[in-house]
């Protein structure tokens, strides 16, 4: 209870602590807790409660304060000695055991390169979260994405990995997925004439890359005579028509021109690309049959693959426009 400082207002106090018996001398003060010294009165005659902190677990100590006025090792005045308390710190409790943990967000999508913070949260069973058992963060494959001690995922390479977060022999989980890194088309540069008739040439070609890991689709064009991208024509008999759409990469590619015309000398050019033909900009336009300027499809191309042969002299390497003379009829 609150005492007077001998003055009509509340005093102050001085708290002191010791493990075993109290000798006031070499007793302790309180440093923490809402009991440290001072602690400055607030009604006389009021119940005051206050908590002591920093004690050890298990263990006896004894309590007792003396009230003043006036500031502490200044001008001071106090009074009487309190009575002893008495009390013992209770035993260390057991941390509740994890029963779950849960990982978000559960699923990420990354780039290579790119990184996603991910968090876990542990639960006891009935339900609360638990924020003080130790936490290990692991990835089932480290060639796709790799995290760290605080849960920080980074993409390595195109692929799958699930990350786990392990606590209290509990695991919860993410999976993530790397996406491979966009790249510009690769380049056709073995496209060939490798047959004609008197009306269609066959043209051959190893496929590529579009740049995002699959099969790139071709704008196929030709011309009679000496051929420029810009002026020449789309295929649009037989089954090198434009669109061409890519099978498989690295696979040998076939198909034919036609509606040619007889006896006549032709050369022929292919682009590779991804994305729909004819994607314009709002503003843009069409630079050519079957081409137009990167629009919001993203279109990319890569460089045009050009060859060149003819009849009677037919899979010569590559190395301008193919050509072909097609043959009489």
Not at 232 to 256: D, E, F, N, P, Y
Request: proline share 4%; with cysteine.
């Amino acid at each position: 209870t609150e005492v007077t400082d001998g003055t009509g207002l509340p005093a102050s106090y001085d708290v002191r602590w010791a493990a075993g018996a109290l000798t006031w001398s070499a007793a302790t003060a309180v440093a923490q807790g809402s009991c440290k010294v001072l602690l400055a009165g607030t009604v006389i005659g009021a119940r005051r409660s206050c908590t002591v902190l920093g004690l050890a677990a298990a263990k006896a100590y004894q309590f007792q304060l003396v009230a003043f006025r006036g500031t502490l090792n200044v001008n001071a005045v106090f009074g009487s000695l309190s009575n002893i308390a008495s009390g013992s710190t209770a035993a260390t409790t057991a941390p509740a055991a994890v029963a779950a943990v849960s990982v978000s967000p559960a699923s990420v999508s990354l780039a290579a390169g790119a990184s996603q913070q991910l968090t876990a949260t542990l639960k006891d069973s009935a339900g609360m979260v638990l924020t003080g058992p130790t936490l290990t963060w692991a990835s089932s494959t480290g060639a796709v994405a790799t995290v760290n001690d605080s849960g920080l995922v980074t993409g390595v390479a195109a692929g799958t990995a699930t990350i786990s977060a392990t606590s209290g022999g509990v695991t919860g989980t993410a999976t993530v997925t790397v996406a491979a890194p966009v790249t510009n088309p690769g380049t056709v540069a073995d496209l060939a004439v490798t047959g004609v008739t008197d009306s269609s040439v066959t043209l051959a070609f190893t496929e590529v890359t579009d740049g995002t890991g699959l099969p790139a689709s071709y704008d196929v064009r030709w011309a009679a005579g000496a051929l420029t991208w810009s002026a020449a024509t789309a295929v649009a008999q037989g089954s090198c028509k434009v669109l061409l759409a890519g099978t498989v990469i690295g696979a040998r590619r076939s198909c034919t021109v036609l509606g040619l015309a007889a006896a006549k000398a032709y050369q022929f050019q292919l682009v590779q690309y991804r994305c729909r033909l004819d994607a314009r900009r709002p503003a843009g336009r069409a630079r050519g049959v079957g081409h137009a300027e990167p629009g919001p499809w993203n279109c990319a191309r890569g460089a045009n693959a050009t060859a060149h042969g003819g009849a009677g002299g037919l899979g010569r390497q590559p190395v301008e426009p193919a050509s072909g003379d097609v043959g009489e009829r």
